[in-house]
């Protein structure tokens, strides 16, 4: 199947790495043309080398998105460079595991702005670009632990989760006129080479072991290209009925009914 984005544009926030990454691989076999940022400017331009040898063009820029005005100068910098804004991915996010009775005000400005308040920036930037362009879609990945329950000691991430899917569903409505459509996507337990369940596999194995057996139905984690697969179809003219949504990808590990 032809998705239908070569030669389109698409942002990835947080793309040096894990899963931002694996999604950009994804747009990019796509023939998408790529802006990519993350605050280690290194990192991010190995990884905009690796994207390029698609054949497409990528422009990396290193930005903290906690910043206030690094959202803007993002999408300025994507528009100035390609002209067009097809596909936003609001991608980075992070966790601070701690009971609810700990957390202090910072830790809670701290994740808000991150998991957050950065993508709300990102998109608000986002949508004059893609009103411009006649439509686009957006994609916010946030977890199974905005739609159910994570357990304790993610008061923060549950609730910043939850946060992104329920504003994404209103912006749907909002923007379906528009042409602009704004689904979120709910990855379950992701393994990925230095990520946070690579090292917790290699710090815990047996403890892993039994996670796995009995928390993932399908017996292992999910990669990084699975979740990228959802998110390229999602981001795609193909998925021009889907809006409003927000989808698992997780092998079955949510209990959750809704
Ligand atoms: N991995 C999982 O199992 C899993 C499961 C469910 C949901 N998720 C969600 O999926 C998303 C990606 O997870 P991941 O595991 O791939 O994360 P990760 O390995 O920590 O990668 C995060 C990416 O974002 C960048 N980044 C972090 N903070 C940034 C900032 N302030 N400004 C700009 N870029 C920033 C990082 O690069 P720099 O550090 O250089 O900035 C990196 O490229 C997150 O929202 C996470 O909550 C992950």
Not at 48 to 61: D, F, K, T, W
Not at 158 to 163: G, L, M, P, V
Request: net charge negative.
């Amino acid at each position: 199947m032809d998705l239908g984005l070569r030669d389109r544009v698409a942002i990835v926030t947080g793309a040096s790495r894990g899963i931002g990454n694996g999604i950009a691989h994804g747009l990019a076999a796509e023939g998408c043309h790529l802006a990519i940022c993350a605050r280690g400017a290194e990192a991010l331009e190995d990884a905009a080398e690796a994207l390029r040898a698609h054949g497409v063009e990528v422009l990396a820029l290193p930005l903290d998105l906690t910043e206030p005005d690094a959202a803007q100068t993002l999408v300025e910098a994507t528009m100035t460079r390609f002209g067009r804004l097809d596909v936003l991915v609001n991608n980075i996010g992070g966790n601070r595991r701690k009971p609810f009775a700990e957390t202090t005000e910072e830790d809670w400005d701290e994740l808000l702005n991150l998991n957050v308040r950065s993508h709300f920036r990102c998109t608000r930037a986002a949508i004059p670009a893609m009103r411009a362009t006649g439509g686009g879609s957006i994609v916010f990945i946030t977890s199974i632990f905005g739609r159910e329950a994570g357990g304790p000691g993610l008061s923060i991430y549950n609730t910043t989760k939850s946060a992104l899917i329920s504003a994404a569903k209103i912006m749907a409505l909002e923007l379906a006129g528009e042409g602009i459509r704004v689904n979120s996507v709910a990855p379950g337990s992701i393994r990925f080479p230095g990520g946070s369940w690579d090292r917790r596999v290699q710090q815990d194995p047996e403890g892993m072991e039994a996670f796995v057996a009995q928390h993932l139905p399908i017996g292992r984690f999910g990669t990084v290209e699975e979740v990228a697969n959802l998110v390229t179809f999602l981001a795609s003219p193909r998925a021009s009925l889907i809006t409003g949504a927000c989808i698992n990808v997780d092998g079955g590990q949510s209990k959750s009914l809704i």
